[in-house]
């Protein structure tokens, strides 16, 4: 298994955007939440959500096709690259979530982007956030228009997580990292 300074190389090779990188420590902090909460690896979860938008950036037109490519450079597995290339199931590939940390990738992707411009709203930006203020955000179909609120609710039924707990193990996991995000 390689290691995050080499996923960190891998991801700054491909990907220039100060943003996007901020996209890519949210995923990162939600999954190892996940993976903590689920007794599971945490590492591994991690590294996942930090890589999984790896061809975004300079291959948006073959957006989960090229990351095997580009994995293999660091020679990540083949479980690894299924998982990546699953969170653009029905989107732009038909692989499938199978893996309980594949649905929870697949439904915490477009959320941490909803969490992520609720912050930027606020003037406390993370700090006291509540379920409650992003299920308003959630509802207001204008507000982050281009979060794509069917794919974390199917995300959530796939993972059997209700979305409640969903948004609010996101809250935490942003609010932990949040000086190195921006926020
Ligand atoms: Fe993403």
């Known amino acids: 298994m390689f290691t995050r300074e080499q996923a960190e190389a891998l991801f700054r090779k491909y990907n220039k955007s100060e943003s996007l ?3 890519a420590l949210c995923v990162e902090a939600v999954m190892r939440a996940f993976a903590r909460e689920l007794g599971e690896d945490e590492d591994y ?3 996942v959500g930090f890589l999984h938008d790896i061809d975004w950036e300079m291959f948006p037109e073959e957006h989960c096709r090229k990351a095997p490519q580009l994995l293999n450079e660091i020679g990540a597995d083949d479980d690894f690259i299924h998982a990546v290339c699953s969170h653009g199931w029905g989107l732009v590939t038909d692989v ?3 893996k309980e940390m594949e649905k929870i990738l697949y439904a915490v992707d477009e959320l941490t982007g909803l969490v992520y411009a609720t912050a930027l709203m606020r003037p406390e ?3 006291g956030m509540s379920v409650k203020s992003v299920k308003k955000k959630w509802s207001s179909k204008s507000f982050a228009a281009g979060v794509n609120r069917d794919v974390i609710e199917k995300g959530s039924e796939l993972a059997g997580i209700p979305r409640e707990h969903l948004i609010e193990v996101t809250i935490q996991a942003l609010s932990d990292i949040a000086p190195s995000i921006g926020l």
Do not use: A, I, S
């Open 21 to 23: 990188y901020h996209h």
């Open 45 to 47: 979860w991690g590294l």
């Open 96 to 98: 499938e979530p199978q």
């Open 125 to 127: 930006k993370m700090n």
